[in-house]
């Protein structure tokens, strides 16, 4: 397992890090997984023993248990504290009332008070906003979270499913008033799916935020279940009840179609390929996977040790790359002769 640099932080995570929707199983959850608490230790130890210091959850997972199950599971597992960076999301829906849910002072406290007591921890590395509150002021919300960061419930603060315009706008708040400010953007990204690449990942480069990528097999279109007859290999794909994230499938066709020669000639799986994809692309802090088994797991973790050569790159960079779409097709044209140019 090798360590990357997680923005401005100065910690170094994982370049893989463990999402634990499949943990828990209750109510709507129940389509990403229904792992107990005996298969999560399982997978905890397993991602652990791989050198995985980095784990994912959120307040909305399972209702609340998935949060249950990882903190019991650390406990079970005896795991020393400082040799892990958690990782949790405030925003979503955690009960019926009108202010259960959004990113409002109320909410925020309310929220990281539970997921501490769910976690059986005192603090949490780092406390994600899930997504944007078009209702709440960014101005509220960035103050609550700096508030947090003070009083030591949460040493750093990330966004995730925000347009880059948005997350501009927080840093730029946090810069006028001196709050913490965003050190993190947790998105969906994928060799099938690279939309990322047009103004997220552009601006995490510029303002150094670490990025973490969720769905790297796009809902697990990448797994090798799935053909261009659109026949699912094994009957328990989620993705045969739960259609989720969008995907442009004649277009991840094309690109399944380039990885099976090169997970042929390596004897891997098509999934290993598309998450070593991921792990070349430079801005790639670390890649979140989920697992409802162990096998599925070492799987996945084992993608750490695949090196893809300079051609294999060229071939899935080309059968994978975006359509040239405005104004990125008019910056490459004025800017082409300035980027080379050399100042004498």
Known sequence: MKYRPFGRTGLYVSELCLGTATFGGQGWWKVWGEVDQQSANVLVERALAAGVNFIDTADVYAEGHSERILGQALRDLKVSREDLIIATKVRGRTGPGPNQVGLSRGHIMQGVEASLKRLGLDYI??????GADLVTPIEETMRALDNLVSRGLVRYIGASNMAAWQIMKALGICNLHNYARFESIQSYYTIAGRDLEREIIPMATDQQLGLMIW????????????TREGAAAS?????????????????????IDAIKPIAASRGVSVARIALA?????????????????????????????IQLSTDELAVLDKASALTPEYPQWMLARQHGDRVLATVR
């Open 125 to 130: 590395d780092l406390y994600q906003v899930h």
């Open 277 to 305: 994809w991921l792990l070349h692309q430079k801005s790639v802090s670390t890649v979140i996977i989920g697992a409802k088994s162990t096998e599925q797991l070492d799987d996945n973790l084992a993608a750490a040790e």
């Open 235 to 255: 009957n328990n794909a989620r993705r045969l009840t739960f259609d989720f994230p969008p995907v442009d499938k004649e277009h991840a066709y094309d690109v």
């Open 215 to 226: 769905s790297p097999l796009a809902g697990g279109f990448l797994s090798g279940k799935f």
